[in-house]
């Protein structure tokens, strides 16, 4: 048998940037699953709810508007899109201006949905973050956009 010799590794040296990191990323789950455990009570994905969620609230938008907006690829907004018109709540409208182009738009059946799960959806996020005060959540967006902003302005 061939003995090997191994050397504890270097020990990490502390970090905030880390520690946060993972304190966000372990806070997001948290939160997201109780976001998934609503959306899937509905049937559906939390790409078709985010969807359903900006057309809700912003009215209808080109595909790549919306892409944007909810952070899919642009297949996967294809396809978000395309379950939600089976489903009958979105349709696809072409654009005046742009033949490529097509708008997506909540049907009368998707304006009922949203209006009445909405409310239902924003209560369980609220409950999700109780542990905040209204005062610590208003810090921690102020926070997060800036953190947001910075990072995306840096070269990956």
């Given at each position: 048998m061939i003995e090997v010799k191994t050397t504890p590794p270097a020990p990490i040296p502390d970090s905030r940037a880390l520690k946060l990191?993972?304190?966000?990323?372990?806070?997001?789950?948290?939160?997201?699953?109780?976001?998934?455990?609503?959306?899937?009570r509905r049937g559906l994905s939390p790409g078709e709810?985010?969807?359903?969620?900006?057309?809700?609230?912003?009215?209808p938008l080109l595909l790549g508007e919306l892409q944007r907006k909810i952070l899919v690829s642009s297949g996967g907004i294809t396809y978000v899109i395309d379950r939600l018109a089976e489903k009958g709540l979105v349709t696809r409208k072409p654009s005046p201006s742009d033949r490529r182009a097509s708008y997506a738009e909540l049907t009368v059946a998707g304006v009922e949905l949203m209006a009445c799960i909405f409310p239902l959806h924003q209560a369980v996020i609220e409950r999700a973050m109780s542990g905040l005060s209204d005062r610590e959540m208003e810090v921690l967006a102020g926070a997060l956009k800036r953190l947001g902003r910075e990072a995306a302005a840096l070269e990956p």
């Open positions: 990191w993972v304190i966000l990323s372990r806070a997001h789950a948290a939160v997201e699953a109780h976001a998934r455990a609503d959306f899937n709810f985010g969807a359903l969620e900006v057309l809700y609230h912003r009215g």
